[in-house]
């Protein structure tokens, strides 16, 4: 006469596939969040009121980690090449190698290659003047940045700040009137 298995056997054997599919799912979902966040995306929160008004203190923002060898003009980037022991900073593309930049610090108005910019995004004229001397030519491997709060940002317009190093990451953010920087 056949024995019956018992009731703990009978339960392992129908649920213990599931639990064991489910633990594997999990896994591979986790692996590839690591991988997406390690690879490709970095997230970090804006300090300071130099990007201001395009970003605030506290916003958050994804940062793309690949395909920004040549920014475009306008263009938000991760430059690591702050003031040293400064974590790495967004600023917006003005000048790429080969540019002259000039800035009219009395009219607040600055010039790439004989001509104004127009700036929709910049808060007020920039009237701030560091150290650099104007005008100049953004060396080759070099992009020229400005913080969008121009009057409190240190950029491209001080020696302290080095833009020598290619900026390696773009933010990406989807931004409406009232909304987080995603």
Same mark, same amino acid.
């Given at each position: ?58 916003? %958050? /923002? !994804? ?6 060898? *040549?920014? =475009?003009?306008?263009?938000? #980037? @991760? ?12 600023? %917006? /593309? !003005? ?6 930049? *000039?800035? =009219?610090?009395?009219?607040? #108005? @600055? ?72």
């Amino acid at each position: 006469q056949a024995r019956k298995a018992p009731a703990r056997s009978r339960w392992a054997r129908r649920w213990m596939p599931a639990a064991y599919e489910w633990v594997e799912a999990a896994l591979a979902a986790v692996v590839a969040v690591l991988l997406v966040f390690t690879c490709l995306l970095r997230t970090a929160t804006v300090s300071g009121v130099s990007m201001r008004p395009t970003l605030q203190d506290g916003d %958050r /923002v !994804v940062i793309l980690q690949l395909g920004c060898q *040549d920014p =475009d003009y306008g263009e938000l #980037v @991760v430059v690591d090449g702050s003031p040293a022991g400064q974590p790495p900073i967004i600023k %917006r /593309v !003005v000048g790429r190698a080969g540019d002259i930049i *000039d800035i =009219d610090f009395a009219a607040g #108005v @600055v010039w790439r290659n004989g001509a104004p910019l127009e700036e929709p995004y910049v808060r007020e004229p920039t009237h701030t003047r560091w150290d650099m001397a104007f005008p100049l030519q953004v060396p080759a491997g070099c992009l020229f940045v400005l913080g969008d709060n121009r009057n409190h940002s240190v950029d491209s317009r001080s020696s302290r700040f080095n833009a020598r190093e290619m900026a390696a990451d773009t933010p990406k953010k989807s931004r409406t009137p009232g909304s987080k920087v995603w």
